[in-house]
C-alpha cells in the first residue's frame, strides 16, 4: 500500500484485508472460467506466474468505457498463466459497483477480465467467448454420465 502512497491503519487493514482477498478469489475465478476447457488440468492445473499492479494505466477497454460516460476503474492488474507450457496473460479491470442497501452494508465490485490480445490463442478464446455470448456454444456438451435410460 505504501507504493500507492496509502498509509493505512492496522484497525483499517482488518477491513481492507478480506476485501482484497475476496476481490482476488473472484479474478481467479474469472481466469478459470476463461481457462476452462482449455487442456490445463492435464499438466496438474493452471497455475499463476506472475501479476503486476498496474493502477495508472488504462487498458484500451477501460479507456472506451471511459470515454463513453463510464466511471473509471479503480485499478488495474495483470496476471500471467501458466496452462501446460502456453502463457497468457489477463488484464483485469476493477470498478466500483453498486449497493441496493446502506453504502457501508455491502461492499460491491465489478471485475472485467478477459485475455489480452498478446497472442493468437488469446484471439481465439476472445472469439469464442464472443460467439457463444450472441450465437451459441461453439463445443458439444458431454453426454451425462448417468443419461435416463426409458422403460420398454
Not at 476485501?19 to 481457462?35: G, K, P, S, T
Not at 498463466?81 to 488484464?91: A, K, L, T
Amino acid at each position: 500500500m505504501a507504493r500507492k502512497n496509502h498509509d493505512p491503519q492496522e484497525a483499517d487493514m482488518k477491513v481492507i484485508v478480506p476485501i482484497h482477498n475476496a476481490v482476488n478469489e473472484r479474478a481467479w475465478a474469472e481466469v478459470m472460467r476463461w481457462e476452462a476447457g482449455q487442456g490445463g488440468e492435464k499438466c496438474g492445473g493452471v497455475k499463476l506466474v506472475s501479476f503486476k499492479g498496474r493502477p495508472g494505466e488504462r487498458s484500451l477497454r477501460a479507456r472506451w468505457k471511459t470515454l463513453l460516460g463510464y466511471a473509471p476503474p479503480f485499478d488495474r492488474h495483470d496476471w500471467v498463466v501458466d496452462r501446460c507450457g502456453v502463457r497468457m496473460r489477463y488484464i483485469i479491470d476493477f470498478y466500483t459497483g453498486h449497493t441496493a442497501g446502506p453504502p457501508a452494508s455491502n461492499v460491491s465490485f465489478y471485475l472485467d477480465v478477459r485475455p489480452a490480445f498478446d497472442n493468437w490463442e488469446a484471439v481465439k478464446l476472445r472469439a469464442e467467448r464472443f460467439w457463444e455470448r450472441w450465437v451459441g456454444s461453439l463445443r458439444k456438451d458431454p453426454a451425462p454420465a448417468n443419461p435416463v435410460q426409458p422403460r420398454p
